[in-house]
């Protein structure tokens, strides 16, 4: 089985925004919000660099992926240090799920074939000093849903 792959893609974390339609030479478009391009763009970039040049996995991923945002300034000195601690859980928008669609999105291509092929998949939203996306890729010992014939079994133990 492959090592796993774990980095950061730091800055204010992005949820995958919504498409809009425009035109373009008269044919209707959907378009990406520009925000979400830009994060989507650097979270590839960073991904490339960690795959250090080998190809995309093939077979059954695990993703687990923990959301830091910024602690309010505005919020009194009691408050930004419970939610440092853990304490305050980040109940507001955006939501895990969409910053989550944005970062499988930017990792297709890069990381794996197909985001289809997360099978598992954590994700945790906190509050911390420095706001980003920490992603931890493992590949699984599991079987794809694309075999076509029974595996050997397993050379026996010496």
Request: charged share 20%; aromatic share 6%; hydrophobic share 45%.
């Given at each position: 089985?492959?090592a796993?792959i774990a980095f950061?893609i730091?800055?204010k974390p992005?949820a995958?925004?919504?498409?809009?339609?425009?035109?373009?030479?008269?044919r209707?478009?959907?378009?990406?919000p520009?925000?979400?391009?830009k994060?989507?763009?650097?979270?590839?970039?960073?991904?490339?660099q960690h795959?250090?040049?080998r190809p995309p996995?093939?077979?059954?991923?695990?993703?687990s992926?923990?959301i830091?945002?910024d602690?309010?300034?505005?919020?009194?000195?009691?408050k930004r240090?419970?939610?440092?601690k853990?304490?305050?859980?980040?109940?507001t928008?955006?939501?895990?799920?969409?910053v989550?669609?944005?970062?499988k999105?930017a990792?297709?291509?890069?990381?794996?074939?197909?985001?289809c092929?997360?099978?598992d998949t954590?994700?945790?939203?906190?509050y911390?000093e420095?706001?980003?996306?920490?992603v931890?890729?493992?590949?699984?010992d599991?079987l794809?849903?694309?075999?076509?014939?029974k595996?050997e079994?397993?050379?026996?133990?010496?």
């Open positions: 089985m492959a796993s950061d730091t800055g992005v995958k925004g919504r498409g809009r339609i425009g035109q373009v030479g008269g209707p478009m959907i378009f990406t520009s925000n979400t391009r994060w989507e763009r650097d979270a590839r970039m960073v991904a490339r795959m250090q040049g996995f093939h077979g059954p991923i695990s993703l992926i923990v830091i945002f602690i309010p300034r505005s919020w009194p000195a009691w240090e419970a939610a440092a853990g304490e305050i859980a980040h109940t928008k955006p939501d895990a799920d969409n989550l669609k944005a970062a999105d990792m297709t291509g890069i990381i794996w074939l197909d985001d092929q997360v099978c954590y994700v945790r939203k906190r911390g420095i706001p980003m996306v920490s931890l890729i493992t590949p699984t599991q794809s849903a694309q075999i076509t014939r595996p079994p397993a050379a026996a133990a010496a």
